[in-house]
């Protein structure tokens, strides 16, 4: 449980760039316990980014990614960060 934020990068050569951190606009609705409305920017001097970023770019690391672009799902929890999915593509991309 917690909110679920979003990590983009973009990597070359093993060095990982922020691009954009989002947290997921999840409400309740037609009767499912939440519906995605969409993404909110996220400051990337906030304490949460200031968590997630280094944490997402050392799954970056511990997969050996080196070029192009990512995005990773974190779930925040009370026991810190929690990694949902990571995938080598855009957001949004396919």
């Known amino acids: 449980r917690g909110k679920e934020y979003v990590v983009d990068h973009v990597s070359r050569d093993g ?3 922020t ?4 947290v997921y606009d999840k409400r ?6 939440f ?3 969409g ?9 949460e980014a200031k968590i997630l970023i ?3 770019r050392g799954v970056l690391d511990a997969m050996g990614f080196k070029n192009g672009p990512s ?4 779930m925040m929890t009370d026991e810190g960060p929690c990694l949902i999915e ?5 957001h949004g991309g396919d």
């Open 19 to 22: 691009m954009m951190v989002w």
């Open 86 to 90: 990571m995938n080598c593509r855009a």
């Open 15 to 17: 060095i990982h760039k």
């Open 39 to 47: 993404c909110v920017p996220v400051d990337s001097e906030s304490p």
């Open 71 to 74: 995005h990773g799902e974190v």
């Open 35 to 37: 519906v995605y409305f």
């Open 28 to 33: 309740p609705a037609n009767g499912s316990a």
């Open 54 to 56: 280094p944490y997402v």
